[in-house]
T-cell receptor, first 115, second 112 residues
Framework: DTGVSQDPRHKITKRGQNVTFRCDPI?????LYWYRQTLGQGPEFLTY????????KSRLLSDRFSAERPKGSFSTLEIQRTEQGDSAMYLC?????????????FGSGTRLTVV | KQEVTQIPAALSVPEGENLVLNCSFT??????LQWFRQDPGKGLTSLLL?????REQTSGRLNASLDKSSGRSTLYIAASQPGDSATYLC???????????FGGGTRVLVKP
């Protein structure tokens, strides 16, 4: 297992189109997170899953955003009717929580540009 | 609501100088604190994780301290190298909750 994988690395889309990103976490990690990072800022939390259950969603996650983690393995983040303000780096992270927490491992991100 | 601040926002030093990066947070009820490195256009690489019960962590030339009561952490990088040029982010996880709150980062340039 080489870490957290995200696909695609880059996505350019026209305003109004739908996009879907995929994240494959470290296999033994039970938690998966999505963050969004705009230029010059730190990442902001979007949502997280424990196994297949989505346990928390940020107010940043409008109704155009939906995330799934079927079977508690990979996750997808879909953005419907994209807007220029959605342009950002979308980062996925995973972690293991068993009694104690062992820190977060991030993927390389998907850079979305909405034109 | 937790707020994390990193000062300075940018730092430029000559090669060989020691780096001192600061992180402050407003709510001391944290579970742990993690330092990350981010190269331009890339994801985050974890550098050090400090649990709330710990005072410091070391890895090679890196040392991070944590003073939970005063809401501060410092990342020291000894004998800086041009390859250390990157943005350094600190992030805290609350004792109650599961998400990370990030600072805005310190952009470091080490000049050869």
């Amino acid at each position: 297992d080489t870490g957290v994988s995200q696909d695609p690395r880059h996505k350019i889309t026209k305003r109004g189109q739908n996009v879907t990103f995929r994240c494959d976490p470290i296999s033994e990690h039970n938690r998966l997170y999505w963050y969004r990072q705009t230029l010059g800022q730190g990442p902001e939390f979007l949502t997280y899953f424990q196994n297949e259950a989505q346990l928390e969603k940020s107010r940043l996650l409008s109704d155009r955003f939906s995330a799934e983690r079927p079977k508690g393995s990979f996750s997808t983040l879909e953005i419907q009717r994209t807007e220029q303000g959605d342009s950002a780096m979308y980062l996925c992270a995973s972690s293991l929580q068993q009694g104690r927490h062992y820190g977060y491992t991030f993927g390389s991100g998907t850079r979305l540009t909405v034109v | 609501k937790q707020e994390v601040t990193q000062i300075p926002a940018a730092l430029s030093v000559p090669e060989g100088e020691n780096l001192v990066l600061n992180c402050s947070f407003t709510d001391s009820a944290i579970y742990n604190l993690q330092w990350f490195r981010q190269d331009p256009g890339k994801g985050l690489t974890s550098l050090l994780l400090i649990q709330s019960s710990q005072r410091e962590q070391t890895s090679g030339r890196l040392n991070a301290s944590l003073d939970k009561s005063s809401g501060r952490s410092t990342l020291y990088i000894a004998a800086s190298q041009p390859g250390d040029s990157a943005t350094y982010l600190c992030a805290v996880r609350q004792a109650a909750g599961n998400k990370l709150t990030f600072g805005g980062g310190t952009r470091v340039l080490v000049k050869p």
